[in-house]
């Protein structure tokens, strides 16, 4: 390829990271430097061994040099060009590529399937009205815990892996020892509709693991102290059904209504800070910067086989160290789901007005969720796509395409490099970040896939649905 002369050969380029920090001084950069050169620089600079990372000039992504990344015409010889660059997960997790069981139990639908913290466990709610844990290392079923009379709508493990949270079409709450397969404590009574979602208090907030909060259809939110069973704070101000609840890091409660609104929530006093408006309709769902490194909390897929510890405060300052790291400015975004086909971007903690309005989707959103680098939005819609956006600016990337029928939940893994959807059309869709492209179509449930969780570190997909049947799958 000629370069023809009185076009520059080098560049004069800086690497700034994609928080906005400058590292080292501008450099003199030839222009045919490669992807890999472009690594053992940017690890020299920041003095570390052998990180991975992604390189972008003007957002667009260096693949092989610098030359096909940037447009020479538009370049001005005295400009120094930013190379942002973006550091990738240490460990690589492996695409699930078969179905290593379907592990039957449920006598009705599997309505919601979750992993522990550690991924050692995995817990399945359904319309059986019994919660089962189920044993990974057999893949077989390790308890049934009987007590709710209705629906298991949601299910939610405490941020220490200790206890798991039930709650039932009656309203009713109730705590299981995964151990043992009991009931821990008494049954929560309060709300007078079903609930609709349960989030803990997070580790690094309380490493006791006491607090509780529930949403309802009835309208209200409430905090449980799960060891008296009684409700410690009611927080009502929602004029309509409240249909998710997230516990966020810095002591905030946010939560979403079919009012269109969504409120936050101090959650020592249940104080309400502020009402995020702009939804026309509905808002079905919530997630947060934060999801990931909160619901693993001290745990780490790799850290933790090396050093493991049962000391709370050593637990609870890895598990801050690793929020602080994922959210450095302390700042945690949400971003919200509504019928009225859109989502907005926010930051709760200090604006009232949204960064960004989503818009593409042609149906209404069921499930968002932040990929665990929080670099990325994924969001599942009636309209059987999943659409990708930026996370800092809301701005769209790509539409993901190949499910036949409505779209229900989307799984990241560890590593944010793969993506899982799962859909009334009865399969799993494992989807390449890199590519953007499908990477393995899992086909296998006889019916509407409802449920689906990756566990934290990686190693099983864990399915249910319609069909009653839980399905493990891995690599």
Not at 46 to 73: N, P, R
Not at 276 to 293: I, K, P, Q, R
């Amino acid at each position: 390829m000629d370069i023809s002369n009185d076009l520059p050969s080098c560049v004069q380029a800086r690497f700034k990271s994609d928080t906005g920090e400058e590292t080292g001084s501008p450099l003199d950069l030839p222009l045919t430097i490669n992807k890999d050169q472009l690594t053992l620089i940017c690890n020299a600079l920041l003095k570390e061994e052998d990180k991975q990372f992604l390189f972008f000039v003007k957002d667009t992504e260096i693949t092989s040099t610098l030359h096909e990344a940037l447009d020479l015409t538009k370049l001005n010889s005295e400009e120094v060009v930013d190379i942002i660059y973006q550091q990738q997960a240490v460990f690589k997790v492996r695409p699930v590529t078969r179905c290593t069981s379907s592990i039957p139990g449920h006598a009705e639908a599997v309505i919601s399937t979750c992993f522990s913290p550690s991924g050692n466990n995995l817990a399945s709610g359904s319309g059986d009205t019994t919660v089962r844990f189920w044993d990974l290392n057999t893949q077989t079923p390790l308890h049934v815990c009987k007590g709710h009379t209705n629906w298991v709508l949601c299910i939610s493990w405490s941020p220490d892996g200790s206890k798991l949270a039930s709650a039932c079409k009656q309203g009713r709450i109730m705590l299981w020892d995964p151990i043992t397969g009991n009931q821990i404590g008494k049954t929560m009574m309060g709300h007078k509709q079903w609930v609709t979602a349960l989030t803990w208090e997070p580790y690094i907030r309380n490493p006791e693991c006491r607090k509780l909060a529930s949403s309802s259809k009835d309208g209200d939110v409430r905090i449980w102290d799960t060891v008296t069973g009684h409700t410690v704070l009611s927080l009502t101000g929602h004029s309509k059904a409240v249909t998710c609840v997230k516990w966020g890091g810095t002591g905030l409660i946010y939560t979403s209504s079919q009012d269109r609104t969504i409120k936050v929530w101090r959650a020592d006093d249940g104080i309400l800070c502020r009402t995020l408006e702009g939804h026309a309709h509905w808002v079905n769902t919530l997630a947060l910067s934060t999801d990931y490194v909160l619901r693993t909390g001290p745990f780490h897929p790799i850290l933790d086989r090396l050093d493991s510890t049962n000391d709370r405060t050593i637990l609870q300052q890895r598990a801050l160290q690793r929020y602080e790291e994922t959210c450095h400015k302390g700042e945690e975004r949400l971003v919200s789901g509504s019928d009225d086909f859109t989502l907005f971007l926010w930051l709760p903690e200090k604006e009232k007005r949204p960064l960004a309005r989503m818009t593409g989707h042609q149906q209404l959103i069921n499930d968002v969720k932040f990929s665990p680098d929080t670099r990325i939005i994924a969001s599942a819609s009636f309209d059987k796509s999943v659409k990708l956006w930026e996370s800092t600016t809301g701005k769209f990337i790509t539409t993901l395409r190949g499910h036949v029928q409505a779209v229900y939940m989307v799984a990241w893994s560890a590593d944010s490099r793969l993506l899982l959807s799962s859909s009334a059309d009865s399969t799993l869709k494992v989807w390449n970040l890199k590519t953007k492209k499908l990477e393995l179509d899992l086909p296998g449930h006889a019916d509407e896939v409802y449920a689906v969780d990756w566990s934290p570190d990686g190693s099983y997909v864990a399915s249910g649905g319609k069909d009653k049947v839980l399905k493990l799958w891995q690599h």
